[in-house]
């Protein structure tokens, strides 16, 4: 089975940094799919950005330049580097693993999910 816990959620006043990490249990880390999502108060779960197995990388287009996302397979680790960060970012930021490479903006295409870190970004 594995497991996706996160850390490094907090408050933060807007402009200000975060940065999130996802440990992953399992000795095959390497082969998913890592994404982050995130859900607003009164909103529907939303992607933000994925790295693939080979280290790409993709952001939704109300991060990009903002967020960066990126992965240590020695250590089981995805990280979500936030900047500048605004009040709309406030959210619950949850990591996921994904076993195919399709798909992966979509919520259905992620076999595991963590339990979510609270971002909340002040005015």
């Known amino acids: 089975q594995v497991q996706l816990v996160e850390s490094g959620g907090g408050l933060v006043q807007a402009g200000g940094s975060l940065r999130l990490s996802c440990a992953v249990s399992?000795?095959?880390?390497?082969?998913?799919?890592m994404g982050w999502f995130r859900r607003a108060p009164g909103k529907e779960r939303e992607f933000i950005a994925v790295?693939?197995?080979?280290?790409?990388?993709y952001y939704a287009d109300s991060v990009k330049g903002r967020f960066t996302i990126s992965r240590d397979n020695a250590k089981n680790m995805v990280s979500l580097q936030m900047n500048t960060l605004k009040p709309e970012d406030t959210a619950i930021y949850y990591c996921?693993?994904?076993?195919?490479?399709?798909?992966?903006?979509?919520?259905?295409?992620?076999?595991?999910w963590g339990q979510g870190t609270q971002v909340t970004v002040s005015s």
């Open positions: 996921a693993a994904a076993e195919y490479g399709s798909r992966l903006d979509q919520e259905y295409s992620y076999n595991y």
């Open positions: 399992g000795r095959t880390f390497s082969r998913y799919y």
């Open positions: 790295i693939t197995t080979g280290s790409s990388t």
